[in-house]
T-cell receptor, first 115, second 114 residues
């Protein structure tokens, strides 16, 4: 089954404690990205990757890091989480050709609470 | 930069009634347009998309949307609401020049009353 998986699904942590949210896709997609969802703001892109070892900032990258060492994995790293990073996080993947018309497949989400 | 506005953060409809969700975008060039649905505790699922060609697009679960360039709109409709349509709906756009990046509206939560 084609899918995007994220772990963990729920996480409660304390300010400053480094954490990693994993994302994996089994569709051999080139493009992967992370979004955060906040009430009334919809989803906003944090980082994206167009292929292995190619990553770039989205609209709200402050406080986050990513890496893309393998095509299927795209972890999101919060080195020093703060309460304003409490949010619902989604990983997404899609095929990529110049144009942007490809459907993005979303993971089930990770609900993060930073106290 | 493009932006997306969804009018109404909450919409309540009766079962069997028309569902109309409004989406307007701002972009200097024609974008690609998407509607996604999010059911409780789940990720986003694509309902439909417009890229080129026919401006009336049909999607899954009986939804359709019409791209109106002159109005910069992409409103989503369904003739008859079902209880299972209760969810949050997101309009999104992407530009050719921006690759696969999606810019989302704030979302509209639909409540279906029996």
């Amino acid at each position: 089954e084609a899918q995007v998986t994220q772990n963990p699904r729920y996480l409660i942590t304390v300010t400053g404690k480094k954490l990693t949210v994993t994302c994996s896709q089994n569709m051999n997609h080139e493009y992967m990205s992370w979004y955060r969802q906040d009430p009334g703001l919809g989803l906003r892109q944090i980082y994206y990757s167009m292929n292995v070892e190619v990553t770039d900032k989205g609209d709200v990258p402050e406080g986050y890091k990513v890496s893309r060492k393998e095509k299927r994995n795209f972890p999101l790293i919060l080195e020093s989480p703060s309460p304003n990073q409490t949010s619902l996080y989604f990983c997404a993947s899609s095929s990529y050709l110049a144009g942007g018309s490809y459907e993005q497949y979303f993971g089930p989400g990770t609900r993060l609470t930073v106290t | 930069a493009q932006s997306v506005t969804q009018l109404g953060s909450h919409v309540s409809v009766s079962e069997g009634a028309l569902v109309l969700l409004r989406c307007n975008y701002s972009s200097s060039v024609p974008p690609y347009l998407f509607w996604y649905v999010q059911y409780p505790n789940q990720g986003l699922q694509l309902l439909l998309k417009y890229t080129t060609g026919a401006t009336l697009v049909k999607g899954i679960n009986g939804f359709e949307a019409e791209f109106k360039k002159s109005e910069t709109s992409f409103h989503l409709t369904k003739p008859s609401a079902h209880m299972s349509d209760a969810a949050e709906y997101f309009c999104a756009v992407s530009l050719k020049a921006a690759g696969n990046k999606l810019t989302f509206g704030g979302g509209t939560r639909v409540l279906v009353k029996p």
